[in-house]
């Protein structure tokens, strides 16, 4: 069946880094956009950054802009987002999601708190 499972969440200082993984399975992974997505506690979702299929084309967020870095790995059916300098207002659950036409798929998430 259909699987996006992230990874690579957890606690970091004001500063530090963190690489997120989304893992797929079950379905064309090089066919799809993918995207990061974060949630913080009282806040609608937001769209953090977008890879195009084959990997040439991204897009980020203002407030990721020359932080983030999204890549994909289609031999791997994985995508990742590293996420550098990182600020307390970064502290949210992040979501990764594959999107081709009107279908979208979406994992359960990973929590990444920067805190002191």
């Known amino acids: 069946q259909v699987q996006l499972v992230e990874s690579g969440g957890g606690l970091v200082q004001p500063g530090g880094s963190l690489k997120l993984s989304c893992a797929t399975s079950?379905?064309?992974?090089?066919?799809?956009?993918m995207a990061w997505y974060r949630q913080a506690p009282g806040k609608e979702r937001e769209l953090v950054a977008t890879?195009?299929?084959?990997?040439?084309?991204?897009n980020y967020a203002d407030s990721v802009k020359g932080r983030f870095t999204c890549s994909r790995d289609n031999a791997k059916n994985t995508v990742y987002l590293q996420m550098n300098s990182l600020k307390p207002e970064d502290t949210a659950m992040y979501y990764c999601?594959?999107?081709?036409?009107?279908?979208?798929?979406w994992g359960q998430g990973t929590q990444v708190t920067v805190s002191s």
């Open positions: 999601k594959a999107s081709r036409g009107p279908t979208h798929k």
């Open positions: 890879i195009s299929s084959g990997g040439g084309s991204t």
């Open positions: 079950g379905f064309t992974f090089s066919l799809y956009v």
